[in-house]
């Protein structure tokens, strides 16, 4: 197959009953929480979907940033504030589940190997 070809099959038509604006909101220090405002695609609001919060922020490591976002519960701006930590909290944990579980797999697949001289 050629490149033309693969590129053919790539969709890259836009979804016109899922639109959203996006609003952007910082501290500067920690915390970045966006709001998606569901739109019609003449961008007036659509007001039969609701709003969506997320929250993001980034850790530094050893090995340089590493981001962390999630979706917050909250039906408006301060509600996202406010569940911000909680929800940066669970993802930062879930994060790290699933790197101890890749350093796992990884170390399984290290020990599995046959080393021949």
């Known amino acids: 197959m ?9 969709n890259f038509k836009v979804d016109e009953k899922n639109l959203y604006k996006e609003e952007g909101y910082t501290d500067m220090k920690v915390a970045s929480i966006r709001k ?9 609001e659509d007001k039969s979907r609701v709003s969506l919060f997320i929250g993001a922020t980034q850790l530094m490591s050893q090995k340089g940033p590493l981001p962390i976002q999630a979706i917050l519960s909250a039906n408006n701006l301060q509600e996202a504030i406010a569940a911000f930590p909680e929800s ?3 993802a930062m944990e879930e994060l790290m589940q ?19 001289p």
């Open 2 to 10: 050629t490149e033309k070809q693969g590129n053919e099959q790539i």
């Open 98 to 116: 699933q790197m101890q579980k890749m350093q796992a797999q990884e170390k399984t697949k290290n020990e599995s190997r046959i080393i021949v």
């Open 36 to 44: 998606l405002v569901p739109v019609s695609p003449d961008g007036t």
């Open 88 to 90: 940066m909290h669970k």
